[in-house]
């Protein structure tokens, strides 16, 4: 299908140049076919979903496995990757002492010189606080580290 200007572009080529514009206009609007469809949209969906059980429960092939996820022992803390750099591993290891971060991502993103830093964190502790409270917090457990940088680029979030 083809839209009317490019519709009356094609038209103008074809005619002589004798023939006025406003005739050529209302030969397309005249001329453009009406597309109608009507569909019927069913009252029921055709496919129906089996509902789980509310007392349904996870199958575990082994106890320890069960006996492991209903623990409340708080999660042991992320292990330090082994190729950050000294700077890397000095933010690193603040932010896991003060937020317990489920997860953390710390990268030097200014060349290798440390004076910009990337770090992406995700802690219970942000959980109900909104984004600028989650970036106080990390601000003021780095403390005197960040205003010795040109730069931090922050991304917090709660699990």
């Not at 575990?60 to 082994?82: F, V, W």
């Not at 700077?87 to 290798?112: K, M, N, R, Y």
């Amino acid at each position: 299908m083809i839209c009317r200007t490019c519709l009356r572009a094609r038209l103008a080529q074809r005619l002589p140049s004798t023939v006025p514009k406003r005739t050529l206009f209302a030969a397309t609007t005249r001329c453009a076919p009406a597309i109608t469809t009507n569909f019927a949209i069913p009252a029921r969906p055709q496919h129906q979903f089996p509902r789980i059980a509310a007392h349904a429960q996870r199958l575990y092939s082994s106890e320890s496995a069960a006996s492991a996820s209903q623990s409340s022992e708080p999660p042991s803390a992320l292990p330090r990757p082994e190729d950050l750099t000294e700077g890397e591993a000095q933010v690193w290891d603040i932010l896991v002492a003060e937020f317990a971060p489920t997860q953390l991502l710390v990268q030097d993103i200014s060349g290798g010189c440390g004076s910009m830093y990337g770090i992406d964190i995700s802690s219970e502790k942000f959980r109900g606080l909104n984004m600028l409270k989650q970036q106080r917090l990390v601000n003021a457990a780095l403390g005197d580290l960040v205003k010795e940088w040109h730069g931090v680029q922050l991304k917090t979030r709660a699990p």
